[in-house]
């Protein structure tokens, strides 16, 4: 068996892979893409072992356990996908950045990109502020107590 048939195949599932993980926007998609790529190494794994004629077989028992490792990655992958799916109501990547923590000096450097002076008093401002709207506003438990 020529080793180059099987190392072309490979290379062409990695790069389909990695052009969908680059160019994808969906999470789903880019999970899948990645199982593109897990298999392309799954497949030079065992080209060359069977190339190699390795007597242990490590090639194989390599596949396996990467294989083991793919099924419980995407098994977490789609339940984080579905948690913010039902959160948010897309599982676009794009919008994933919004539910990032951000801390006080975060915002200093986004008020600071966005043209606004960056201390951190402007930055505890929109804190306080945002604070007060929703104190004001009471609710039918307290408005009865």
């Not at 030079?44 to 072992?49: I, K, P, R, S």
């Not at 356990?65 to 992958?77: L, M, R, V």
């Not at 990032?100 to 966005?114: G, H, K, Y």
């Amino acid at each position: 068996m020529h080793l180059a048939y099987p190392a072309v195949l490979a290379a062409l599932l990695f790069c389909t892979g990695l052009y969908g993980v680059l160019a994808r926007r969906n999470a789903i998609l880019v999970l899948m893409s990645v199982e593109l790529m897990l298999n392309a190494v799954n497949l030079n794994l065992v080209a060359f072992d069977v190339w190699l004629r390795d007597t242990l077989h490590s090639g194989q028992a390599l596949t396996l356990f990467t294989i083991a490792i793919a099924a419980a990655e995407i098994g977490i992958g789609l339940a984080i996908v579905l948690a913010v799916y039902r959160n948010r109501g897309s599982s676009a990547i794009d919008r994933l950045r919004d539910t990032a923590e951000t801390d006080d000096a975060d915002r200093a450097i986004d008020a600071e990109t966005d043209g606004h002076p960056a201390t951190a008093e402007n930055a505890t401002a929109g804190n306080a502020t945002a604070g007060n709207a929703t104190a004001g506003h009471t609710t039918n438990a307290e408005a009865t107590s």
